[in-house]
């Protein structure tokens, strides 16, 4: 369990910014970013994952002193199927 | 991209979005070149995608953005949209619901009865067809997106509501001379690539949810769906194509659209004497002065 994420403390594993409450965790090792999604128990179709400027694929990897934010992607969003203005 | 069994670099994932969009516009034939359009944007990644897009074709597109008075949610998301339009010297009207009509989305929702989601989504429609009308453009551009209109055609189809399955649609035709043609040039393209075309693009968009969302069941059926398309890619789209294809013919054959007629207040087009919307904010404001003549 070595891997597990816990809160960032300023140690030097992958830092990690999450959104919806906004908050930042770190975990050790070098993975894959499908490996992270799934180890935080995040839908993979629901989530960008980002290092700098660069969107992160799948396969990509990540290490340590890694900053990455994984951003989620789904909104609430209102209908607009009425018939009519109002 | 599994739906598409395809992976792209930035660059021809920026291009694929681009003719995802340009082709549901013409071959759904939303509207012409030259034409004026009103993009709703909220400032979220899709509308301001789908400006994006409109003023890289070189539309006519001008934005409508309404300040729904929800604190900080809200004046982030006008902040952004303004910036948008300011880096890109586009055209933008701001409507702020407080201002037009004394009270923010939460005190119309709670002075009406009705759920925020609901009285949002009654207020912006409204609202862009009145902007629409009043500035004489010709169709009202929104972003909703393929995961929002599988979620919607999975929630009429769990409550059977037929007059609703009926009118889904990416283009709602103008059935009425006062209202206004809404069009969906997203409807090809899931909300996680308009996230991406977000990013690859440099649009500052608003990340965080609307307060009110949370608990939504558009994000119940959101979350199922994403479920489905994990086990098997596709099914969105499978979904939600499918039906465009095959029932909603069917549906629209099956009867007239329902007869419109100005409402006596406001003059909008509504199948009431009176519209939703007047009635919901006559509602509200009569709940607000009962409320503030029993204070001591």
Redo the contacts between chains.
């Keep these: 369990m070595g891997r597990r994420a816990r809160p960032a403390e300023g140690s030097c594993g992958v830092k990690i910014r999450l959104h919806h409450p906004r908050r930042d965790l770190e975990i050790s090792g070098r993975r894959r970013v499908s490996g992270i999604l799934t180890e935080l128990g995040l839908d993979h179709e629901a989530f960008l994952v980002i290092r700098g400027d660069a969107l992160l694929t799948s396969d990509s990897e990540v290490g340590d002193l890694d900053e990455i934010e994984i951003r989620p992607v789904i909104s609430g969003g209102t209908t607009d199927e009425a018939p009519c203005a109002a | 991209m599994r739906r598409h069994r395809a992976?792209y670099c930035?660059p021809h994932f920026l291009e694929f979005f681009e003719a995802q969009v340009h082709r549901a516009i013409t071959t759904q034939r939303m509207f012409r070149p030259g034409e004026r359009i009103l993009v709703a944007v909220s400032g979220?990644?899709?509308s301001l995608a789908l400006w994006e897009i409109l003023l890289r074709r070189g539309d006519d597109a001008t934005g409508l953005h309404v300040d729904l008075g929800i604190d900080d949610y809200s004046q982030e998301s006008r902040e952004r949209t303004e910036e948008f339009a300011r880096a890109r010297g586009a055209r933008l009207i701001v409507v702020e619901l407080r201002a037009e009509y004394g009270m923010d989305i939460g005190t119309l929702a709670e002075g009406s009865g009705r759920a925020p989601?609901?009285a949002?989504?009654?207020s912006?429609?409204?609202l862009?067809?009145?902007l629409a009308r009043d500035g004489d453009f010709t169709a009202v551009a929104?972003g909703?997106n393929l995961?929002?209109e599988a979620?919607?055609l999975l929630g009429?189809l769990l409550h059977w509501n037929m007059?609703?399955l009926a009118?889904?649609a990416p283009v709602?035709e103008q059935?009425?001379p006062?209202?206004v043609r809404?069009v969906?040039p997203l409807y090809r393209t899931s909300?996680?690539e308009?996230?991406?075309y977000a990013?690859?693009r440099?649009i500052d968009y608003v990340?965080?949810?609307?307060p009110?969302?949370r608990g939504?069941r558009?994000?119940l059926h959101?979350?199922v769906l994403?479920?489905l398309?994990?086990a098997s890619a596709g099914t969105k789209q499978a979904f939600y194509w499918g039906f465009l294809d095959r029932l909603a013919p069917v549906l629209r054959a099956g009867g007239p659209?329902?007869v419109?007629r100005p409402?006596g207040q406001c003059d909008?087009?509504?199948?009431e004497e009176v519209?939703?919307?007047?009635r919901m904010t006559a509602r509200a404001a009569a709940r607000q002065s009962a409320r503030a003549s029993s204070l001591p």
Excluded: M, W
């Excluded at chain 2, 519209?275 to 007047?278: K, M, S, V, Y």
């Design positions: 992976a930035a979220g990644k899709d989601c609901s949002c989504g009654l912006k429609r409204y862009f067809n009145k929104t909703h995961d929002d979620a919607v009429n007059d609703q009118r889904q709602l059935t009425h006062h209202l809404r969906k909300e996680r308009s996230a991406a990013l690859l440099g990340i965080e949810e609307c009110h969302s939504a558009s994000l959101k979350d994403n479920r398309e994990a659209p329902p419109l409402c909008q087009p509504t199948t519209c939703a919307f007047c």
